[in-house]
């Protein structure tokens, strides 16, 4: 929590003051009544003594003064609330590697499957865009809120050669700097990258990609995709079949995501897999947002004012 008024808060000193000045008012007022009377004799008089619960009522007004000190102060939260609007790019390597089948039925139909799934729990208004980089990046489909274009965007993904994982980030933040909210403003953007290597090949690198898509404020959020134990098989002329170990670099993808400033996250397997894109369906579906709380904290103080004075009234015939 935070202030806007700070210095307001200096008035919570002047509290533990007043509740000095009561407890001394009501030793000097038991001190005083035993000169007129004997205190022995009180209980002859009066059926129970209050005790305690004399105590309540000013007890809940310095409670309802410390709220209105801490109202006067403008406190201010953060707090967790749903996007209305938003834009996601999917960006998905279709390199050769992402036919290793480690991840059954193979990373890219992995990556397929759980990408859809996504699609289909994300809020209707949002516009979802699919890019596709193998030896070079392209739009599979432009942002849109068509879900069925977005599927068949998706399921038309077919592997090539090369990551151009660069070019990749870069379209994607053009892409999404072309998007326009209702009101004509830049809807908040947010690129899901998910790979299974470094870069080889493309014109960009990857850096540069991620320090433009900072600048855009547009986090780029990539998943590293495979096991160490991938491999694909490549037929050879003559019939013979090479098998080339395909394991998972994490490097270029971490940097992309440490630069830009969104999140790395791995994926071993096709449950893991959707296990991520729920947890960034969370994250891009909500913003925080700072909130001033005044208006509780003097609401609090008004009813515990009301509060206290009732019990005074019906207990003591008093207000306090």
Do not use: C
Not at 87 to 101: G, H, N, P
């Amino acid at each position: 929590m935070s202030f806007d008024q700070p210095l307001a808060l200096l008035g919570l000193i002047a509290l533990p003051l007043l509740l000095a000045l009561y407890v001394t008012r009501e030793r000097r007022r038991t001190r005083f009544a035993a000169r007129w009377g004997t205190p022995a004799l009180l209980p002859n008089l009066v059926d129970r003594a209050p005790g305690l619960r004399r105590h309540l009522p000013i007890a809940i007004l310095a409670v309802a003064l410390a709220s209105l000190v801490v109202g006067v102060a403008r406190p201010r939260a953060t707090i967790t609330e749903p996007r209305e609007e938003a834009t996601v790019l999917l960006a998905i390597d279709v390199s050769r590697s992402m036919t290793a089948t480690d991840i059954l039925p193979s990373r890219l139909a992995a990556a397929q499957i759980a990408a859809s799934r996504f699609v289909d729990k994300v809020p209707k208004k949002y516009r979802i865009g699919v890019v596709s980089f193998a030896t070079r990046a392209q739009v599979a489909v432009a942002p849109t809120d068509d879900r069925n274009l977005v599927h068949a965007a998706i399921a038309a993904l077919r592997p090539g050669e090369g990551t151009a994982i660069g070019d990749a980030v870069m379209l994607s933040a053009r892409l999404g700097q072309r998007e326009r909210s209702s009101d004509g403003t830049v809807p908040p953007t947010s690129v899901l990258l998910i790979s299974d290597g470094a870069r080889d090949g493309g014109q960009t690198a990857p850096q540069v990609a991620a320090r433009h898509a900072r600048e855009q404020h547009m986090p780029v959020y990539t998943i590293l995709l495979g096991t160490p134990n991938g491999v694909v098989r490549h037929t050879l002329p003559g019939g013979y079949t090479e098998i080339i170990r395909v394991p998972p670099s994490p490097t270029t993808l971490q940097q992309i995501a440490q630069t830009s400033g969104g999140q790395f996250f791995t994926a071993s397997n096709d449950q893991r897999l959707s296990q991520v894109y729920d947890q960034l369906r969370s994250r891009i579906g909500h913003k925080r947002v700072s909130r001033e709380l005044t208006d509780f904290f003097a609401g609090g103080a008004a009813l515990l004012m009301l509060g206290g004075g009732t019990l005074s009234a019906l207990w003591f015939r008093r207000v306090p």
